[in-house]
């Protein structure tokens, strides 16, 4: 992107007439310049690498150690994503999303009881239907179906426009026959 002007230096540079060794010294600070920015676009370019990165050089910083364990739940590692979101639970009191996260990370790595401790804390944050489907449809995955409708309908008095808690208990009763 930056040609046309590398190439305008270069004349500005040849027109100057300065000695072989002060125009490498010239050359060599923008090379420099360049060869970090290719790499740390490396970086950059994945977001697991740029929240790794980021929450190694800063540790106890909130919003990045989330990130960071948001990161590493969309790469699938979802033993290590539920530890990033205990870490993150450490730094400041969880809130809602942290302990959804959290829950999905647990539900991922199919440590069902575990993931409604941490539903169960969202909603008890945020009184709202998504945390309430979400224990029905951990509750219906472990065909544990009395609990599971139970949470369908406290969902559903929460919030009867959450058109996920009919999704997972129409799933639920199509698992079950129904």
Same mark, same amino acid.
């Given at each position: 992107?930056? !040609?046309?002007?590398?190439?305008?230096?270069?004349?500005?540079?040849?027109? !100057?007439?300065?000695?072989?060794?002060?125009?490498?010294?010239?050359?060599?600070?923008?090379?420099?310049?360049?060869? @970090?920015?290719?790499?740390?676009?490396?970086?950059? @370019?994945?977001?697991?690498?740029?929240?790794?990165?980021?929450?190694?050089?800063?540790?106890?910083?909130?919003?990045?150690?989330?990130?960071?364990?948001?990161?590493?739940?969309?790469? =699938?590692?979802?033993?290590?994503?539920?530890? @990033?979101?205990?870490?993150?639970?450490?730094?400041?009191?969880?809130?809602?999303?942290?302990?959804?996260?959290?829950?999905?990370?647990?539900?991922?790595?199919?440590?069902?009881?575990?993931?409604?401790?941490?539903?169960?804390?969202?909603? =008890?944050?945020?009184?709202?239907?998504?945390?309430?489907?979400?224990? =029905?449809?951990?509750?219906?995955?472990?065909?544990?179906?009395?609990?599971?409708?139970?949470?369908?309908?406290?969902?559903?008095?929460?919030?009867?426009?959450?058109?996920?808690?009919?999704?997972?208990?129409?799933?639920?009763?199509?698992? =079950?026959?129904?």
């Amino acid at each position: 992107a930056s !040609l046309g002007l590398l190439l305008v230096v270069c004349e500005v540079l040849r027109r !100057l007439k300065l000695e072989t060794g002060a125009v490498m010294a010239l050359f060599a600070i923008p090379l420099v310049f360049a060869i @970090g920015t290719f790499q740390r676009a490396a970086v950059w @370019g994945d977001p697991l690498k740029l929240w790794s990165d980021a929450a190694e050089k800063s540790p106890a910083k909130f919003r990045v150690q989330f990130q960071h364990a948001d990161a590493l739940f969309r790469a =699938g590692r979802c033993a290590e994503a539920a530890k @990033g979101f205990e870490k993150t639970s450490k730094l400041a009191p969880p809130d809602f999303r942290v302990m959804i996260n959290w829950g999905h990370a647990l539900e991922c790595n199919q440590q069902w009881d575990e993931a409604v401790v941490k539903y169960r804390a969202a909603a =008890g944050i945020e009184r709202s239907a998504h945390a309430l489907s979400l224990i =029905g449809k951990v509750r219906a995955v472990q065909n544990r179906n009395p609990e599971a409708e139970q949470a369908f309908t406290d969902a559903i008095q929460a919030d009867p426009n959450f058109d996920m808690t009919y999704t997972f208990r129409g799933a639920m009763y199509l698992k =079950g026959g129904d």
